[in-house]
């Protein structure tokens, strides 16, 4: 975007600005959401409330660009595919803000949208005040699909790539599909683990609740707090403190099922961006040692930066090394948590939905099962080897592990209830499903101990 094009620009809200610049990088450069807004937060001055509007305007439009764009065309005489990108993102925007926030009103909505193209021309600023209007006027009645396609009415109506519903159908059947459709389009609540060796799960959650948050303890997990309302500049303590860190309940219960003892050395193989190696340095004492590894030396500095906040930065070491080539002694726990489709975390990263290929699922699962096979190498007798993902997919958990333990019988598999609550164990593995485990991504581990 040129800077004429930004000074034409009238009185926009800085959130609703900035949101409609980051969704065309989204869709023009291919840019990922989450880092998107993270370094715009990190690098522009908004408020919080600018803050808060930003990131719910980025999320909520990419979350449910399919069916905006299903009830925009409805409003439209000619293809919306066909418009400039400023224009049918500036529509998005308003569509999304008038279909599902109530505390806008909708003639600012319209006419912000408005002001967003207007330099594209009165023609152009015309039509997306013509669009919008229509929209809001027939917001009791909106266009819906059609029902004699399940897979498509689904997609349609709940904003995903026909590839997963058809998946999700074939596997679930359509009623829980819906639920799991729904709970992934949900707004995420934000849990975190706490740094018990700086402050008891308790003693945080008074804090926290002093501070007008309101949050409770994870039923499946005790060392993660689970947090409803949460100001920015109070999670800017809490991370500043050391405190606590941002990481997904079912992340967590990987770290508790892997079981790291405060002596053992253990290797963490795609570490980065280090939620679970910064949990696992938490629970390693002087005697302990962690090697955290990652191709990628840019997210492996941010898994450094971690273990300095928190304090363990002295019991951990770093490697950036392709995972299927890292050379090390055998040590007592190896943590492989495989890049993956990541289709259980769709909730909290909404463009993984559209970034997505099926024929990705195939991929991944043949660079998992490389992965695994290396790692295998770096356990010692007696040892433990956790595989984990945060997908949802058979093809890229239990079949992975499944395949390799008919190779090497020398491997056992452990039942995950030993470590885990029985609700999120099944058939041995640990697994959570978003619309069955509150709270939770959903993931997979499977821990596997290697014969004396």
Request: some cysteine; charged content about 25%; hydrophobic content about 40%.
């Amino acid at each position: 975007m040129s800077r004429e094009d930004i000074s034409s620009i009238g009185e926009v809200s800085p959130a609703r600005l900035w949101a409609w610049r980051l969704l065309q990088r989204v869709e023009q450069d291919d840019a990922y959401v989450d880092r998107l807004l993270e370094v715009t937060l990190r690098r522009v001055d908004l408020t919080a409330p600018d803050r808060a509007l930003l990131t719910e305007l980025v999320h909520g439009v990419v979350r449910w660009k399919k069916r905006l764009d299903f009830i925009l065309q409805a409003f439209s005489r000619h293809p919306i595919q066909r418009y400039p990108l400023p224009v049918l993102t500036a529509l998005r925007l308003g569509a999304y803000q008038l279909l599902y926030l109530d505390r806008i009103p909708e003639y600012a909505v319209i006419h912000q949208a408005v002001e967003l193209v207007k330099s594209h021309g009165k023609a152009t600023a015309g039509l997306v005040n013509a669009i919008l209007r229509a929209l809001q006027r027939h917001r009791g009645a909106l266009p819906e699909p059609t029902l004699e396609d399940t897979v498509r009415y689904l997609s349609l109506a709940h904003s995903y790539p026909e590839w997963i519903v058809r998946r999700w159908v074939a596997r679930f059947g359509p009623e829980e599909t819906v639920k799991l459709l729904q709970v992934q389009n949900r707004r995420p609540r934000l849990s975190l683990r706490v740094n018990q060796r700086r402050m008891g799960v308790e003693e945080f959650l008074v804090w926290l609740q002093e501070r007008g948050s309101t949050a409770w303890m994870s039923p499946y997990v005790p060392q993660a707090v689970v947090v409803e309302r949460l100001a920015h500049e109070v999670l800017e303590e809490v991370i500043n403190q050391g405190w606590a860190s941002v990481q997904d309940v079912s992340s967590l219960l990987v770290v508790q099922l892997a079981d790291p003892q405060p002596t053992m050395q253990v290797i963490d193989l795609c570490g980065a961006p280090g939620g679970k190696a910064c949990a696992i340095g938490e629970r390693l004492g002087e005697e302990g040692h962690l090697t955290v590894v990652d191709i990628h030396p840019g997210r492996l500095n941010i898994v450094k930066r971690e273990a300095l906040r928190l304090g363990i930065a002295d019991r951990m070491s770093f490697s950036v090394t392709d995972a299927r080539s890292f050379q090390h002694v055998p040590v007592d726990l190896v943590l492989l948590d495989a890049p993956c489709s990541g289709l259980g975390t769709i909730a909290k990263k909404p463009d993984i939905k559209w970034r997505r290929r099926e024929s990705d699922i195939g991929a991944l699962a043949k660079l998992q099962r490389e992965l695994l096979e290396h790692a295998a190498t770096l356990v010692c007798p007696g040892g433990v080897l956790v595989y984990s993902t945060c997908t949802t997919e058979p093809e890229e958990n239990e079949e992975v592990v499944l395949d390799f333990l008919r190779r090497h019988p020398e491997f056992v598999l452990e039942p995950a209830q030993r470590w885990l609550p029985v609700e999120v164990c099944q058939g041995g593995f640990f697994q959570t499903l978003p619309h069955r485990h509150q709270d939770c991504d959903g993931a997979f581990a499977a821990r596997l101990r290697r014969r004396e």
